[in-house]
């Protein structure tokens, strides 16, 4: 019976130089990849200025606080029509009940984790208060 014995590699300097360049090469490697994922995925900052969207935040705290005291009543509904588009119906009323009517509004559409899907849209006045 014949034993074949074969003997162990011995760990050179040259081994662990090369392990260990490449042990950081992937890790590099991943890092970039995730790294380049992250930047394509999520559009930066939302603000530019802190001050200047406080302002604007303060601005918006004022505009709601002038509509509460205006005790509007506006209620929305989404539906879904024939050929598979959305619609959107506003129906606006005014603090004894009659409906608004020639009023124009600003929508916008926001998306709270990318503003590059925001979208503005126009409403038109379809009559009794219903945009």
Do not use: K
Request: no cysteine; proline share 4%; hydrophobic share 45%.
């Amino acid at each position: 019976m014949t034993v074949s014995s074969q003997a162990a590699r011995p760990i050179t300097g040259r081994f662990v130089l090369v392990m260990t360049t490449a042990f950081f090469a992937v890790v590099i490697s991943v890092n970039m990849v995730m790294m380049r994922l992250a930047i394509t995925t999520l559009p930066g900052t939302e603000v530019d200025s802190a001050y200047s969207a406080s302002l604007a935040y303060q601005r918006e705290i004022d505009a709601a606080r002038q509509q509460n005291e205006r005790d509007w009543q506006v209620q929305a509904h989404i539906g879904r029509r024939p050929d598979g588009s959305a619609a959107i119906v506003l129906e606006a009323r005014d603090h004894a009940g009659a409906p608004l009517t020639g009023m124009s509004f600003l929508v916008r559409l926001e998306r709270p984790i990318d503003r590059r899907a925001d979208r503005a849209i126009e409403i038109a006045e379809a009559g009794g208060g219903e945009l």
